[in-house]
Every structure is written in C-alpha cells, then in structure tokens.
C-alpha cells in the first residue's frame, strides 16, 4: 500500500481486509475457483493469443510444461489427452536410462521432438550433472526452441473430449497434433499442454468445436459470463480485473501477487481452486519474481534452520527412520468418521468410469487403503502384530539378516497372513492407545470431528447422532457392527494453560510459556531467526518443552532397563518419499495387492527397514547429538552436506555427553540444542551453506556456490540472536534468493540459477498427468460443482423445529484471539460478547425471528452449539460464521435438542472428508513428505441448521 500497490480483496463477508482494499469482490463463498478459472480465459485470450506478450512467451517456454508433448488416445471415435509422451517411446531416446521419466518437446529450430533436461529421469539417473532448466536436448546437448503451439504447423485438428463438470457433460474442441513415429514403428498423436491448455479453457482461436462465441457466452464454461452464475459477481468487474492483473504483469515483468489465507485450504476442491488462480500467476510470469506469486499465510508454514531441526526432532542423528503421519488420514481413520458417510462419488464429480479399478470411485477410506498398501501414504500402527514381534516371527523362521526379515514381510502380506493396520482399524490391536497433545489444541481447535473424538478417541459425552452409512459401501476395509469407543487409554496434554483439551486429558503437564525458556523461532513468512530467552525462569512446577520430553524420557529409559535389557529389533514401514529415487517408481497404477505388479519395497509397496533399538539408552540419545550427523551429513529439501568438522568441534569445545565411552555434542539444556541448530544450519553458517551449493552443483551441473561465497565466515549462536535477531543467509535448501538484502520472494532460485522445481519436469506444472488424476478429470484445470448438502450427510438424521434455516458454516480465523488462545480473559470476552458467537444476516435473522445477541441453537449430524447471534449486514444469506476457536472452559450452555447436554464448540458441527486423489504418491512430486503432501482436512462445505434458543439452560 505504500508503494502504491493497487489492492483487490476477494471475501464473502465484508471482513476487516475488504474495508481496506481498493476494489472488494464480494464473491460467493468457495466459488473462488470459477472467478479465476474465467480470469484465465481472459489471460489466455487477450495475452498470450492476441497479444502474444513476449515475456509471458518466453516464461512460459522456459519454466512450465506447457511446451510438453502429451499423448492423444482414440477410443471409440473419441480423443481424450492422457499422460505426458515418455522419451523412451521414440527411437532417438528409446535406450535412455530412466527413459520413463523423461519426456519430450518440439523443437523449432530442427523440426523435431528433443528431450529437454531437468525432468525427474535426469535428476535419479546415474550420470550427474543433467539436473536443469538449460533448454538442451539430453543427448546431443543441441538448444532447443520449445514450440508452445501447433496451430499453424501441426499435423492437423483433432476433436478433444474435455468435461465440463458444472453442466455434467463432456465437450469437444478442436486441438492442434502432429503424429510421432514410435520405436516400435507405430504412430502416436501428440498435442502440447499449452494447446491442450487454451481448448481447456475455451480460447476459440479459429478452431472448431464448443467454444465460446464471446466473453458473454453464458453456456461455455470459463467465459466472464460463465463464472457470474457461480461468484455472484459481474462480467464486467472480472473482465476489468484480468486485464488489469495482465497489463500490471506485463509492465512489471511479474509483479503481481496472490496473498491468501487459510480459507480456500478448507473446501473440498481446495486444489483446484489453487491452481487456478495459480495458473493466473504462471500465465503472466509472476512466480518467481519479487513483488510476485503466492503468499500463502497460515496453514503451511516450515521453519527455516530445516536440516539439523529435522534431524534432532525425528530422532534421526541415531536412528535412519521416522514414523511420521499425514495428521488428517490418520484422524479420518481412528476417530471413525469414514463410517458416517458413504461412497464420496455422492458428492464428488467425476468423469464416467470404465475401469473397474479406477481410484475414481469407491468409499475414500478404501482409496486411503490402498494408499498405504502402495507405499503412497504412511499409517500408524502399521501392522496388526507389534513390530518388535514382527521381526521375532522373522527369525523364528529363518531370517538371518536384515534383507531376509524383510523379505518375509512381503511374504506374509502378499499371503495375506500379516495385515495392514488400516485395514481393520477398529480391532483393538490396531487402536492407537497413548496421545501426547503438545504445541496444539488438539481435542478442540483443531479437531474437525470434534463430537467423533469425544466419542471414539475417549469414549466420552458427545453430541453426535449420525447413523453409520459405510457399511455396503466399504470394500478394502473390514466392517464391525458396532463401532469402539473409547480407544484410547492414556491422553497426556503438554499445556501452559487450561483449554479444552487439557480438559479431557488425563495428565496435564505444565509447560513454560514463551517468556520462560530458551526457543528459536522462524518461518517461511520473513527472513529472520529469532530467539524466545526466559524474563523469568518457569513458574512453579512447569518446565520447558524440551526439559519435558528428557524427564520423560529418562523414566522411560530407567523402566527399559528392566523390561528391555538388551537391544531389540524394530521394523518401520515408510511410504515412497520425495526427494529420493522413489519419486519415479510408479509411471501407472498397479497395486501388487491384486497381483498387477510384483511387490517390491520402495517400489510398489512401502519401504521396509529394521532399526536396532536400545531402549535403556532413549535418554542418553536424547541428551545427545547422534553420530549420525557425523558420519552422513545434513540435508533437507534434497539438499545434502558434509559437516563432520564442525560436529568435531562441538565436540572439542563443549558441552559434551560422555556415555559408554563415547563422547557426543550435548543436548541436554535448551541454550545447548539451539545452538546445535544454529551451528549446523546452511541458513545461520555460511560454510555449510556453500558446502551445500557445492554438491547441488553436482547433481544439476549448473555454477551455484558463489551464491554463498560472500558469506562463508557467517556463524551466530543464541549468544548473537539475543543482540538481535539475524537474517537468514542464502542456502539451496530455500528457493528464494535474499543476498544483499533483497526481500525473500519464493522460487526465484529456480528462475535465475535454473535450478529445476522439484516436480516431475523439472518446470511448474500446469497439466498434471498422474493416472489417478486423468480419471478423476483433474489432469487439466477445471471446475468442479460444491458438494451438495443434501449428498454430503450431515443432515441426515437432523430434523427442523420450529422457525429453522439451513445455512453454509464456515469457520475463519478468529476477532478476538489467535486460535484459542489470548481469548479467554477479560477484556476480549468483552469484547465478543463473553462467548464465540454465531455471525448471521440480517435477513435470514429476520426470516428467523431472531434479534442481535439473541441466543440460538446450531445443530446437524455431528453435533451442537448454543451461543450468541451477532446479526450483521456484513454477512451475505446463506452463510453463517463461527470464528475459530470457543473452548469448553466458559460459556458454554446445554443444549435443548440433545437432552440437555452440554453443547459444544465450533467443530462439533464438523466431519472431516478427505480428497481421494489427493493420497496418490510414488509418482514426481506427488510423492509423500511429512507436512508436505497429503490429503487436508476440510470442513467449509458443511451445512447447519439454526433455530432460536428455546430454553437457555446452564
């Protein structure tokens, strides 16, 4: 605003950001994809066809995939686009190693397809140094002119089928192709993305079939005409708007910024409606340019000292294996909130499907299944038998090392005579029995589901009344009549204050709170490391986390000694990871469970790995930095450096741990681990980060380490940050570039070192052809309908009394608070009326017979809520908002329509659904990494009904 940036507020509600923007768009609530889907038929059109800007042109060559060639297939009569032409289909590359994973360009120059560099093939493959964005062929390293188009040099027109998921209907359009000679001397179709892209969205260019007349096409999907049905807002505004967007980009080469909260992640096509207004972002060469591209606020954040962090707090300087867990599948699962919905095709669109085995359709905790079966996601606990017993039953026949144990595992579950634990979660060995809350709200704030938690998790009151629906609809999965409650025996909450989960825990441990202990802080939000150092030390009986978690472990360690003497065998099972050679194990999908593919750890089924454990020795390993930085080095993000002299050092210099004649860096106070982390970090020393840049130019075969050459001598301990806060310095493990002071913008690294994305071309994808994605229709961009209320099942059994009103419920980040804390005193309840209210039009208040701060029950399937009506304008019909987070600890009445219960707070109105096609893996960059990919859990398509408060009873 200061510069003089124009700003455009996207917002259902008049919200305390609209009444600071230059233009509000008061847009329907989760039809943010329709706006911007039509933004980018303007892009398109008006741009990149008529205008042909020429730094978009050249953009979108170099760093997207929309010069890629994709195969064409005809199957009765009809041409539909499947996935990416593979290099080792033609003659010239057909003995290319990894050949599956390289894919193909026309080039203009020599009138030819070539194979460009920096696809996944060229990273995992063992010649080095082919890893980039350099526009050469990977053979005879020849330049490449990348053709975007075949409209006025193809091989003629072929009538594409696309969806058009709004009408329910399939569509033709005339797609320009040229036909390829095959090594096998058959003929193959082929059409570029960017041509596919401009049918998709409905550019005519002189081209038959159903496109548009004109941007007042109402009937053609993503003209300005088109989306108004869906946003509410006029043709004209979104028209102006592109255009705006378009010229601002052209003339600022990219500096136009999307910067975006927590909302959209919560609807159920939350990634579609991303990547559309992604795509307006890549159309106009924004991504990767300061004062351009994503600015994604909450939700997703990382820290920046990524390396060492990862390495202390995954266990992993002693042990080469985690278990870490996609949070929303695994509360999908053991909270039981699959079993109250049916087949998610109920409410999910997708194309007709022919094959019997497409991911396409089913019950979504089947597709989670076969997630875990395919190593595509994890899941915890991992087997039916303990892990430990595993092992044992392994050598009890025979298995005389390692690769052997493992070998019979795969026996077993291909014999059916070991289980997935997930495929049977209600038996009670498959429970997970012990909860640890810390750093969270977990029972409340975060738990969409709330009443399933109450119920299954702790087997407890709750204000649930759904009926189970999955029984006839579940294949993968076995069915008990009667769902368990209560499964867990022991809830432990890490809390410096009494919120609702510290409620329901059963042992609260009371933890210091940022002015009592020693911490770093960071973000991917800034560009600072910042220390947290105690005014005072920890009141009372509290202590820090970390001194927590060493008392814990220490008792732990004294009980060990006693019921594990001696070191036992452990065996993990991890899903296809990214940033390794897994992310090109799955060119299709077979699953070895059916017999379609060998099953092969790390390849078509999870990976495998005994671990020796010592358990008598948890507290030493805790208080102690492991070898295993030592001897491996550090890395993060695919990155990866030697620091075994500075691990030397520590050692030299203290504090050490001393411990069965060995001597190791201590972690054993809070000053101590941060200073680990800030001395083995690329972003707080600057040999590391150059010892960093050094080996990425190995693999990528590009000059990168002058980038840190500046800033080799760079050290800080916490001794410095408590100065004053530093900046981080440039390190490959982030894609932005921050020397100099320049401002962090994102995948800038990327653009000006061409240094590939780490996707499946190496460039930003703009077509994404994963099997599973192509036939759930999501392979290009699209729209996809909101489910509707009457299929989505949280109004099944809920019945209207009285004045009542279905509403859309949606729940945003607080007035009053952050989350849940900071609310609970005084002056903020004040402030919100003493309770988290109900925000409701004014005219459906009206059509209510409900008057401001009038009382009002909220209910549906999954629960109740008795609070306050806040009845306001700025609301639009439709809709109501409960803002995140009530607790149970104040204000909280019972509730007339569940027997005088006891309501509850804003997620007892929630069930979480899981996106299906959002669990695949194994395949680029849909690959799993811990808070990295994975279905979210989403809640904002939830329906309510309201009523006015009959009785207020306390």
Request: glycine share 8%; hydrophobic share 35%; proline share 6%.
């Amino acid at each position: 605003r200061t510069n003089g940036t124009k700003m455009w507020v996207f917002s259902p509600d008049f919200s305390q950001v609209a009444k600071f923007a230059d233009t509000w768009v008061p847009c329907n609530a989760g039809q943010d994809g329709a706006w911007w889907m039509a933004v980018n038929h303007v892009l398109l059109k008006e741009f990149h066809h008529e205008q042909q800007t020429p730094y978009f042109i050249d953009y979108t060559k170099q760093y997207t995939d929309s010069p890629f060639l994709v195969e064409l297939t005809e199957i009765d009569g009809v041409w539909k686009a499947g996935q990416m032409l593979r290099a080792n289909r033609l003659a010239t590359y057909a003995e290319e190693e990894k050949g599956d994973w390289k894919f193909l360009m026309w080039d203009e120059g020599d009138k030819r397809p070539k194979m460009p560099l920096g696809s996944m093939g060229h990273r995992w493959q063992k010649q080095k140094g082919k890893w980039n964005l350099e526009l050469k062929d990977g053979v005879d390293g020849s330049e490449i002119d990348p053709a975007l188009t075949f409209l006025d040099s193809g091989d003629g027109v072929e009538q594409v089928q696309l969806d058009d998921f709004a009408e329910g209907c399939a569509i033709s359009r005339g797609v320009p192709v040229r036909r390829l000679e095959t090594a096998d001397g058959g003929t193959v179709t082929v059409a570029t993305v960017y041509d596919l892209l401009m049918a998709q969205y409905g550019v005519p260019r002189g081209l038959e079939g159903d496109y548009p007349t004109d941007y007042d096409d109402e009937n053609a999907a993503y003209t300005p005409a088109w989306s108004e049905r869906f946003t509410g807002v006029s043709r004209k505004e979104l028209i102006r708007f592109a255009r705006e967007w378009g010229v601002t980009a052209e003339k600022t080469n990219g500096r136009c910024t999307i910067i975006i909260g927590a909302g959209v992640n919560h609807w159920y096509h939350a990634n579609l409606m991303y990547r559309a207004g992604i795509h307006a972002l890549v159309f106009c060469g924004c991504v990767g340019t300061n004062g351009g591209g994503l600015a994604h606020y909450v939700g997703q954040e990382k820290l920046a000292p990524m390396e060492p962090w990862s390495a202390i707090a995954m266990g992993k300087d002693w042990y080469p294996g985690a278990r870490l867990q996609n949070a929303p599948s695994w509360h999908y699962v053991h909270s039981d909130q699959w079993r109250y919905e049916k087949e998610f095709t109920d409410y999910h669109t997708v194309p007709p499907q022919t094959d019997p085995k497409t991911l396409a359709q089913g019950h979504t905790m089947d597709t989670n299944v076969r997630a875990v079966r395919n190593g595509w996601l994890p899941f915890y606990p991992q087997f039916k038998e303990n892990p430990l017993d595993v092992v044992k039953e392994a050598e009890a026949n025979g298995a005389k090392d390692d690769a052997a144990v493992v070998k019979r595992v795969v026996d077993r579950l291909k014999s059916k005579d070991l289980q997935f634990s997930i495929e049977d979660p209600d038996d009670a060995d498959n429970w997970p029995r012990v909860w640890y809350i810390w750093r969270g709200n977990a029972l409340q704030s975060s738990a969409k589901g709330h009443e399933y938690f109450l119920k299954h998790y702790l087997g407890t009151h709750h204000n649930d009344i759904a009926e189970p629906l999955a029984e006839d609809h579940v294949k993968e999965v076995k069915w008990h009549e009667h769902a368990p409650t209560g499964k867990l025996d022991l809830v432990v909450d890490l809390n410096f204050r009494m919120d609702t989960s510290a409620l329901y825990s059963d042992i609260v441990l009371p933890a210091a709170t940022w002015y009592e202990k020693a911490d770093l802080n960071s973000t991917d939000m800034h560009s600072f490391i910042h220390p947290l150092t105690p005014a005072v030390p920890p009141c009372w009986e509290s202590k820090s986390d970390w001194q927590i978690f060493a008392a814990i472990a220490k008792k732990f360690s004294e009980l060990a000694g006693r019921h594990f003497p001696e070191p036992v065998k452990d065996l993990i099972a991890a899903p296809l990871l990214h940033d390794t050679p897994a992310e090109v194990s799955q060119p299709r999908i077979e699953d070895w469970y059916d017999g379609d593919v060998e099953a092969i750890p790390g390849k078509s089924m999870p990976n495998f790995k005994v671990i020796e454990r010592d358990y008598k020795q948890v507290y030493n390993q805790f208080i102690s930095l492991g070898p295993n930085v030592r001897e491996g080095g550090l890395g993060a993000h695919g990155t990866h450096y030697d620091c075994a002299d500075f691990y030397d050092e520590m050692v030299a210099t203290g504090p050490v741990e001393h411990w069965d004649d060995k001597t190791y860096p201590s972690l054993k106070e809070d000053v101590t681990v941060c200073n680990s982390i800030l001395n083995l970090a690329t972003v707080t020393n600057g040999e590391l980060s150059y010892r960093s840049y050094k080996d990425l130019e190995k693999k990528t075969g590009l000059k990168l380490a002058h980038l840190a050459e500046k800033q080799r001598s760079v050290r800080c301990d916490f001794d410095d940050l408590q100065g004053r806060p530093r900046r981080l310095i440039n390190s490959p493990m982030w894609s932005g570039l921050i020397e100099n002071g320049r401002p962090y913008a994102p995948f800038t690294f990327q653009k000006e070192m061409l240094v590939p994305w780490r996707t499946l071309t190496g460039r930003q994808h703009l077509y994404l052809d994963h099997p599973g994605y192509i036939q759930f229709g999501e392979h290009l961009p699209t729209y996809k309908p909101k489910p509707l209320p009457t299929e989505y099942s949280d109004l099944v059994v809920s019945k209207e009394e009285g004045p009542t009103l279905m509403l859309n419920y949606l729940t945003p980040h607080g007035k009053w608070h952050i989350h849940s804390t900071y609310g609970d005193n005084e002056r903020m309840t004040t402030l919100s009326r003493g309770v988290e209210p109900l925000w409701l039009n004014h005219k459906d208040a009206v059509q209510l017979e409900i008057k401001d701060n009038d009382w009002v029950e909220v209910h549906n399937d999954n629960g109740v809520v008795v609070t306050r009506a806040v009845v306001s304008a700025r609301i639009p019909r439709g809709i109501c908002i409960q803002y995140h987070s009530p607790e149970r600890t104040y204000s909280v009445p019972k509730s007339p329509l569940r027997g005088n219960r006891r309501a509850g707070g804003h997620n007892s109105l929630t069930r979480t659904r899981l996106k299906p096609n959002l669990m695949v893996g194994g395949y680029g960059q849909f690959t799993y990494h811990f808070n990295y990919w994975g279905p979210t859990g989403v809640n904002r398509d939830t329906h309510i009904l309201v009523r006015k408060c009959p009785e207020l009873i306390w």
